[in-house]
């Protein structure tokens, strides 16, 4: 710890408390509906066998999908930032990407492939391949910003490449990949749409069966509590796995870029297989798109209400995603540079709305606001603070991981010049992490410009998104009309995974020729 | 470094600018009312168009599923902005009215509907139908060769040839009327017979798509979805026909779509204003006319050229009432692992 002022930072304080606010606001509207059952009724719920087969059912495919986004997400991270692949720009977008297209999309793209497609191991298959993006942009993020200097210290003192790789590189995106992992899991955990067209029934169902049949919020919040309990294990193994920090810190001033590996005859190999997993990520529920606009009759040139709907779905998608990476800021930098119980409990705290369905989540949402808060109800600003509910654990991991990285020692410099702490932020801080606050934005952008269930119950009446538009669409079974929709939110999302591969591009040029 | 900065602070700027527009929410005026719809949505502009240049009331509508609707009014309780709820199926309508969240209909909106079609109650109104059918693939069987019977679906010889939809919600009155027509042993039966021979699939758009692509020989759809998909591809690329049901099968069932006022609403006027739109002549000729191939419930009112004519139909005597709201049928699915 470094010596000198130590204020407790106010302005941290007062963004987390905010942050702690709208998160634990799912949180108690579950306990609340939760504690209207009784315990006979919470024993009918729970210890049925159809409980224990879903419950079995979500953690073997929450296990084999994080195990799986691992590998895809570092391997793919790791050669566009740290090889000296071609067309990296191009990669670095479309390995992203996956994550902005509709999960319907993505599933009846593959029922058209194959119909025969069901089961556990499509389940597994096509989550991974739309959830590896939360796995490689957070270590993309951490590799653009990482100290090439470790490394090179560790080869010259006899390290072969792999070992250095595994004791120095790994060792340092660690808290990005166990971040990536975490939300991976987290993710699984609240699935619902894209498990359906494959049939395989995870625990959500047993919640929005209570929903949607039984129109019972009770049972339906009993049973998430569940999924609070299953991330609450997530949560406590991925703290323990990630340690107090594990990042080699640089000394102050001595940060500089990584050289990038050669693939040389691995080049072709390389770019096969990313080829391949960009083919099944994106090209098939691109394909499908394709295929629908092709052959409906209901396709026509899209009205220019097309262009309203676009724009809706940026703004909220951009205000979400300013909005959450401002909160991550302050819960990340205090759990982090003032960490003690409370710190990290906050941050833990963050990550729960994650695990819980959307329905969940907007429901608790409409209870309070009806009550507390009216004149916000299905408002624009309402539906904001929804997605920057739903999606702040991903700028949590994002910020977090960057933050890690960033030397504590530079900003003591800083301060030891004589500068303001808000100076030594804004010009220290602020840049170190740079690029965790682009994967953040990138991040939550994306998902929240996909997001429906919240979407529908909380925008302002008479306002169309690119997700409410498609919804309708395919719920008419005009699917030729309702795919310009779905073309345009993969569009939309392209253009910041688009703007944060160039920055990263920038800042790792700059560090190799610092 | 600088650009980082100014991209940053452009962000926020724009955040700022957009909460501040947010606030200004807009204030509703008294001839506006708001609907919650869970109907086709297309369908539901047609007949709010109508609605709004004949009596000059404004409809905000806001549309969703209808059991998240549901379940959003119930949230919303006595504050809710909704004043109609449109629905494509009653169970959601009766979850409503069982827990008092329902004003009567006006009498006279009630009159224009055959009363079996209603509310027994008069919670609610009957707006239009449609009729629980089979589709099957052209190709690969012949008229010769169908059931006539739902319960048939359960024998061996369907096994890999059926396609079923059991989370749909058109799927649970079928099970709930054979109980109601044969008895609880009896349906359970024949839902382990069909889950032995069945494919499951999400919804009904997805079994008459996979039937119509030959992945599956049969399936239980409402008619509807089957002249949707043929609007949506063309008559050529139908290779898919529907067949109905013997008279009085428990599988010949007609599933109503309704429309009620939320007692909560503080517009209850114009609310039954635009119910009663709905079961007017010209409210039940819009749904005629629009690609929705629903029955119009009013009597004298032709359906869309190409149905079978609505009094040709014979289903089974049991009223959207008398289905209820499906929790029966809902635990027996429960219990044999199909949701």
């Not at chain 1, 793919?76 to 977008?93: D, F, K, N, Q, S």
């Not at chain 1, 991903?394 to 504590?408: D, H, I, K, T």
Request: a positive charge; aromatic letters at 8%.
């Amino acid at each position: 710890m470094w010596s000198g002022r130590r204020r407790w930072p106010l302005v941290s304080l007062a963004g987390a408390t905010i942050a702690a606010a709208l998160v634990l606001l799912p949180l108690v509207f579950l306990i609340v509906q939760a504690q209207q059952s009784g315990f006979s009724e919470v024993q009918h719920l729970l210890l049925r066998h159809s409980v224990a087969v879903l419950l079995w059912n979500t953690i073997r495919l929450a296990i084999a999908c994080t195990a799986l986004c691992a590998v895809l997400g570092v391997a793919g991270a790791w050669c566009v930032e740290r090889t000296t692949l071609p067309a990296r720009r191009l990669w670095a977008v479309a390995l992203v990407l996956p994550l902005g297209v509709p999960d319907f999309v993505v599933g009846f793209g593959w029922v058209s492939i194959d119909p025969a497609l069901h089961g556990y191991l499509a389940a597994v298959m096509i989550m991974t391949l739309s959830l590896y993006p939360l796995v490689y942009l957070p270590v993309a993020a951490a590799l653009a910003n990482l100290d090439g200097g470790l490394e090179e210290a560790a080869r010259s003192l006899g390290l072969g490449p792999w070992q250095a790789f595994r004791r120095v590189t790994l060792r340092q995106i660690r808290p990005a990949l166990l971040g990536g992992c975490l939300l991976v899991t987290l993710a699984l955990l609240a699935e619902f749409g894209a498990f359906e067209i494959v049939q395989y029934q995870t625990f959500t169902v047993a919640i929005f069966t209570e929903f949607k049949l039984g129109f019972d919020a009770v049972a339906a919040s009993v049973l998430s509590l569940v999924l609070v309990a299953l991330s609450v294990a997530a949560l406590g193994a991925e703290l323990s796995l990630t340690g107090r920090g594990g990042v080699l810190r640089p000394g102050p001033g001595a940060r500089r870029g990584a050289r990038r590996v050669a693939l040389g005859r691995l080049t072709a190999p390389v770019i096969a297989a990313l080829a391949a997993l960009s083919g099944l990520a994106l090209g098939v529920p691109l394909g499908a798109l394709v295929y629908w606009m092709l052959r409906g009759s209901s396709t026509t040139l899209p009205s220019a209400s097309i262009l309203a709907a676009v724009g809706h779905t940026a703004e909220y998608s951009a205000a979400a995603a300013v909005f959450a990476t401002a909160l991550a800021v302050p819960v990340s930098s205090l759990a982090i540079r003032h960490r003690n119980r409370a710190t990290v409990l906050l941050e833990r705290l963050a990550y729960l709305p994650m695990a819980l369905p959307g329905l969940v989540i907007a429901l608790g949402l409409v209870a309070f606001s009806v009550r507390y808060a009216l004149a916000l109800y299905q408002s624009a600003f309402e539906l904001i603070v929804a997605y920057a509910i739903l999606f702040l654990p991903l700028a949590l991991v994002a910020v977090r991981s960057a933050m890690g990285q960033a030397s504590p020692r530079l900003e003591e410099a800083g301060r030891s010049l004589g500068r303001r702490p808000a100076a030594v932020w804004w010009r220290v801080t602020l840049p170190l992490i740079a690029p965790g606050l682009g994967a953040a934005f990138a991040l939550v952008f994306i998902s929240s410009a996909t997001e429906l269930t919240a979407t529908l119950l909380l925008h302002p009446t008479g306002v169309n998104t690119l997700a409410t538009q498609f919804w309708a669409y395919t719920t008419e079974l005009s699917y030729g009309a309702a795919a310009p929709y779905a073309a345009l939110m993969v569009a939309v999302s392209a253009v910041p995974a688009y703007v944060l591969s160039r920055r990263m591009g920038t800042l790792a040029r700059a560090q190799e020729t610092r | 470094m600088a650009r980082h900065k100014s991209l940053i602070f452009t962000a926020i700027l724009a955040f700022a600018a957009l909460a501040l527009s947010a606030c200004g929410s807009s204030a509703h005026s008294a001839d506006t009312i708001t609907l919650y719809n869970g109907q086709h949505e297309q369908t539901t502009a047609a007949l709010v168009a109508a609605f709004e240049h004949q009596t000059g009331i404004r409809v905000d509508v806001r549309s969703g599923d209808e059991s998240e609707l549901a379940n959003q009014i119930l949230q919303e309780g006595a504050n809710s902005p909704a004043d109609v709820f449109y629905t494509e199926n009653t169970p959601v309508l009766e979850a409503l009215r069982e827990r008092g969240m329902l004003a009567p209909v006006s009498p006279s909106t009630l009159a224009a509907i055959p009363s079996r079609y209603n509310s027994s109650e008069g919670d609610w109104v009957g707006v239009s139908a449609r009729v629980s059918v089979l589709v099957y693939n052209t190709s690969q069987l012949s008229p010769a060769q169908l059931p006539s019977s739902i319960l048939e679906l359960a024998q061996p010889k369907w096994k890999g040839k059926l396609a079923i939809a059991p989370s749909e919600t058109d799927f649970q009155p079928l099970i709930t009327a054979i109980i109601k027509l044969d008895g609880r042993a009896a349906a359970e039966r024949w839902l382990r017979g069909l889950q032995a021979n069945g494919k499951v699939y999400p919804d009904n758009e997805t079994i008459v798509a996979q039937v119509n692509n030959g992945e599956s020989a049969i399936g239980p759809i409402n008619h509807y979805y089957w002249f949707r998909l043929r609007a949506e591809l063309g008559g050529a690329a139908m290779h898919s026909a529907l067949h109905y049901y013997a008279a009085g099968d428990p599988g010949d069932l007609v599933d109503v779509s309704g429309a009620a006022v939320l007692r909560s609403s503080s517009k209850q006027a114009a609310a039954q204003a635009f119910l009663a739109f709905l079961v007017s002549r010209s409210g039940q000729e819009t749904i005629a006319h629009s690609h929705s191939y629903e029955y119009p419930l009013r009597p004298g009112v032709a359906p869309a050229p190409g149905l079978r004519p609505f009094a040709q139909l014979k289903p089974v005597p049991l009223t959207p009432a008398e289905l209820g709201d499906g929790h029966e049928a809902l635990a027996l699915e429960q219990k044999l692992g199909l949701l």
